[in-house]
Antibody, heavy 116, light 111 residues
């Protein structure tokens, strides 16, 4: 069974940093591109970042470019999102999602709250 | 403001049919596959439709998708109370650094 479990969310002050993790199981993690998608409270979905299976290709939404860094460790079946210079508008539930023909599996999400 | 435009809400009675529209442009829907996601309250999104009209394993054929030009439509027949959820369309955008784009979401109410 495919499972994606996010962790690392929490309360952080504006300008602070946080590192999210996504632990994958039930599939060959190293064969799939992975993504982060976020959802602000009461709002819609916003794609954040994408990383290819071997980390050769990395993409970011303009809203996070230069502040967030996506990475992965295929040996540990894990995906990461390093978030720096956090702003109030980064407050959201962050989901990791596997990309096969589409975002076919999603984690349960981890809440990031940026507030003083 | 979302790149893809969806109606904020739709409603219908149990057993009826409903459609949800998703409008975009040539840089996204016009030249890419469209997907649809269902998000039940308090849960993560779930893939319903991919590549315009394909259903993942386990998704009932009450759910269907279509695309024409720069618009796409999700159809749900035989509505059930358990279908009450938010529905999102999504696709890739070919414009500079646009990446993956989603609609603003449509709240389905089964009356």
């Amino acid at each position: 069974e495919v499972q994606l479990v996010e962790s690392g969310g929490g309360l952080v002050k504006p300008g602070g940093s946080l590192r999210l993790s996504c632990a994958a199981s039930g599939f060959t993690f190293s064969s799939y591109s992975m993504n982060w998608v976020r959802q602000a409270p009461g709002k819609g979905l916003e794609w954040v970042s994408s990383i290819s299976s071997s980390s050769s290709y990395i993409y970011y939404a303009d809203s996070v470019k230069g502040r967030f860094t996506i990475s992965r460790d295929n040996a540990k079946n894990s995906l990461y999102l390093q978030m720096n210079s956090l702003r109030a508008e980064d407050t959201a539930v962050y989901y990791c999602a596997r990309l096969q023909y589409d975002f076919d599996y999603w984690g349960q999400g981890t809440l990031v709250t940026v507030s003083s | 403001q979302s790149v893809l435009t969806q109606p904020p809400s739709v409603s219908a009675a149990p057993g009826q049919k409903v459609t949800i529209s998703c409008s975009g442009s040539s840089s996204n829907i016009g030249n890419n596959y469209v997907s649809w996601y269902q998000q039940l309250p308090g849960t993560a999104p779930k893939l319903l439709i991919y590549e315009n009209n394909k259903r993942p394993s386990g998704i009932p054929d009450r759910f269907s998708g279509s695309k024409s030009g720069t618009s796409a439509t999700l159809g749900i027949t035989g509505l059930q109370t358990g279908d009450e959820a938010d529905y999102y369309c999504g696709t890739w955008d070919s414009s500079l650094s646009a990446g993956r784009v989603f609609g603003g979401g449509t709240k389905l109410t089964v009356l």
